[in-house]
């Protein structure tokens, strides 16, 4: 069957390629903010839960901690049908810009909040707050920020929307190398009581950077030439029922595995009694190989198309999850972690980097940003929500400390599927 990222092959005259740096410039650095606001609450999930969420055992507080961490995601799915319906109305760089800044504000919120023991519940409070900002925003992120990118130059597609990949590894490893510092730089005590805050200061600070940046970059040629339909969203949803399952599906071993990174300090630390410091090293290898091999992978599904690496990463993780964190368990050594991160990077960069190029290629420009934000929040919400739960509980519950990857290799299996679905064909094409 001939692979998806054929069909637009030919692209319309009105999609003329524009030059993409500046596009990439503007799309890449707000992105790296917005998702270092959001790895930084995770990666930080130790400390944070400990300051508010006191509960009896470590346990408990981690999991009142990863519940409100689940906050975010279920406003996700609210902010990719707002934001990306807007996004197909006014424009993707506006939305752009406006998610941003509502997810500056949330990181704000939560660098200046006091903790439980100054101002008791009314801390956790605030925390859930912040939280729904920043999941609201992040909901039309994604959206706006790939389909700007995917629609600037049909012809390099694969290579430009993997900078969308290559930015979230850049911030999770960002969001590590911050936890690792303080936690060197900081006594235990110093960094429980201010050291944490520094890097969501840094996120709150350099948001407005982002907005400027990406208030001077122009709007895709592909919207630019569009008949904006009257309701996208609607449209998108009435219409293209399957399309929205495929890509929900795609999303799933993407989602499951960079947060399962994100969150395996805080697991690596209390499961296998890796020191906390070091810990931290993991994720910037992960997030470190992810930027690096992202763009080259993009750049080869332009050529090859886009779901072999894909396919090949999905037999990885099915095959190789219990094995590595059997590894882990058996050897909880720095050279170990950083193996198996590693490994894992180079897992994630396969299969991710070429999958904001088949979403976008999956829906229309007319309701592009609709689908893309709703697909992938809907995905992340069900299935990277879940992540930290899984990592947080479920080895508790069934006494098993390898049960996190049997998480893995579901995601890989129902991937899989959605990969086959695209294979065959989507109908529309």
């Known amino acids: 069957m001939t692979d998806i990222s054929a069909v637009e ?151 430009i929307a993997s900078w969308q990949t290559a930015t979230q590894g850049l911030a999770l490893a960002t969001a590590s190398a911050f936890g690792a510092y303080l936690a060197w730089w900081l006594t235990p005590a110093q960094f429980e009581s201010w050291g944490w805050r520094i890097p969501f200061f840094f996120g709150a600070l350099l948001g407005p950077i982002g907005i400027y940046i990406r208030s001077k970059t122009k709007e895709s040629s592909e919207f630019s030439h569009m008949k904006v339909a009257k309701s996208p969203m609607r449209e998108m949803v009435t219409n293209q029922k399957r399309e929205i399952m495929i890509a929900i599906g795609l999303i799933v071993l993407a989602t499951i595995t960079i947060w399962m990174s994100a969150f395996m300090p805080a697991y690596a630390t209390r499961q296998f009694k890796v020191d906390a410091a070091t810990s931290f090293l993991g994720p910037i290898v992960t997030g470190a190989t992810i930027f690096f091999l992202a763009p080259a992978i993009g750049l080869l599904s332009d050529f090859i198309g886009r779901t072999k690496t894909m396919i090949i990463a999905a037999m990885a993780a099915f095959l190789l999850a219990y094995p590595v964190f059997s590894l882990l368990q058996r050897e909880p050594t720095l050279v170990t972690l950083l193996t198996v991160q590693g490994l894992l990077g180079v897992v994630i960069a396969l299969y991710f980097a070429p999958l904001p190029a088949l979403m976008s290629e999956i829906f229309p420009a007319t309701n592009r940003t609709s689908g893309l934000a709703l697909s992938y929040n809907i995905g992340v919400t069900i299935f990277g929500g879940l992540a930290p739960f899984v990592l947080t509980g479920l080895g508790n519950l069934t006494g098993d400390p390898l049960a996190p990857s049997y998480y893995v290799m579901f995601g890989a299996a129902l991937s899989g599927l959605a990969l086959l679905a695209v294979r065959r064909g989507l109908g529309r094409h």
């Open 9 to 159: 092959a030919a692209p319309s005259v009105t999609a003329q390629p524009t030059r993409a740096s500046r596009t990439i410039i503007a799309a890449c650095i707000g992105n790296t903010f917005e998702c270092f606001d959001l790895y930084i609450y995770a990666v930080l999930a130790g400390t944070i839960a400990k300051l508010y969420f006191p509960a009896a055992n470590e346990t408990a507080s981690l999991l009142l901690f990863v519940g409100t961490f689940g906050v975010t995601f279920v406003m996700r799915p609210l902010g990719a049908v707002v934001l990306g319906n807007l996004g197909d109305k006014v424009g993707r760089k506006q939305v752009m810009s406006l998610s941003l800044m509502l997810m500056s504000l949330g990181m704000l919120i939560i660098a200046i909040l006091p903790t439980y023991q100054t101002i008791g519940l009314a801390a956790p409070v605030a925390i859930v707050l912040g939280r729904i900002l920043q999941g609201f925003s992040a909901g039309g992120e994604f959206g706006s920020a790939t389909a700007l990118l995917a629609e600037h130059n049909p012809q390099r597609r694969g290579f």
